[in-house]
T-cell receptor, first 115, second 113 residues
Framework: DQQVKQNSPSLSVQEGRISILNCDYT??????FLWYKKYPAEGPTFLIS?????DKNEDGRFTVFLNKSAKHLSLHIVPSQPGDSAVYFC??????????????FGKGTHLIIQP | DAGVIQSPRHEVTEMGQEVTLRCKPI?????LFWYRQTMMRGLELLIY????????DSGMPEDRFSAKMPNASFSTLKIQPSEPRDSAVYFC???????????FGSGTRLTVV
């Protein structure tokens, strides 16, 4: 049973346009959400995070939106650049008062930026 | 800072052999995590340590898998005996606390033939 779902295995976007990557979760105990980026033959690298007390967090070209009622979050990249081509993982962590400390990851979305 | 260092980068072994994967976390990071990545299941948490103590090993698939952290700067993940279905990329990650994002190593690609 997947608790974090990324339903789009791949996404192709033109350079300069907005990339929107989506993520859904089922566990209502999750209260902290992160996005990681992964290039081939490298480990995932932390990109941006958001706590459940917020609905938006912005860092340069990257913005994460959280809709708790829908158990949905999205990552917006604008404008998209060729170097953004990578696999993006959504991850979640349960409520700090209990549960494991480990992150639960989605299966990833391969973003391809077309020139 | 050299980041999280994993060795070897690639390992090819025969079924039934023992395999040991190694990880050196970032100095000062109190949390260490072992993950496995496969096409079917994505990134799965196997086990994590806090201050060298195993906290949650519920993700370890079978008794063939074991992990140790004898000190703050070294951890091993051992598979004995290995099986073809263990073929995957194994990542180690460390974190200074439970709030910050992890720093991952480059992974060990294990192939069991």
């Amino acid at each position: 049973d997947q608790q974090v779902k990324q339903n789009s295995p791949s996404l192709s976007v033109q350079e300069g346009r907005i990339s929107i990557l989506n993520c859904d979760y089922t566990n209502s105990m999750f209260d902290y959400f992160l996005w990681y980026k992964k290039y081939p033959a490298e480990g995932p690298t932390f990109l941006i995070s958001i706590s459940s007390i917020k609905d938006k967090n912005e860092d340069g070209r990257f913005t994460v939106f959280l809709n708790k009622s829908a158990k949905h979050l999205s990552l917006h990249i604008v404008p998209s650049q060729p170097g953004d081509s990578a696999v993006y993982f959504c991850a979640a962590r349960p409520y700090s008062g209990g549960g494991a400390d480990g992150l639960t990851f989605g299966k990833g979305t391969h973003l391809i930026i077309q020139p | 800072d050299a980041g999280v260092i994993q060795s070897p980068r690639h390992e090819v072994t025969e079924m039934g052999q023992e395999v040991t994967l190694r990880c050196k976390p970032i100095s000062g990071h109190d949390y260490l995590f072992w993950y496995r990545q496969t096409m079917m299941r994505g990134l799965e948490l196997l086990i994590y340590f806090n201050n060298n103590v195993p906290i949650d090993d519920s993700g370890m698939p079978e008794d063939r898998f074991s992990a140790k952290m004898p000190n703050a700067s070294f951890s091993t993940l051992k598979i004995q005996p290995s099986e073809p279905r263990d073929s995957a990329v194994y990542f180690c990650a460390s974190s200074p606390d439970r709030v910050m994002g992890y720093t991952f190593g480059s992974g060990t690609r294990l192939t069991v033939v």
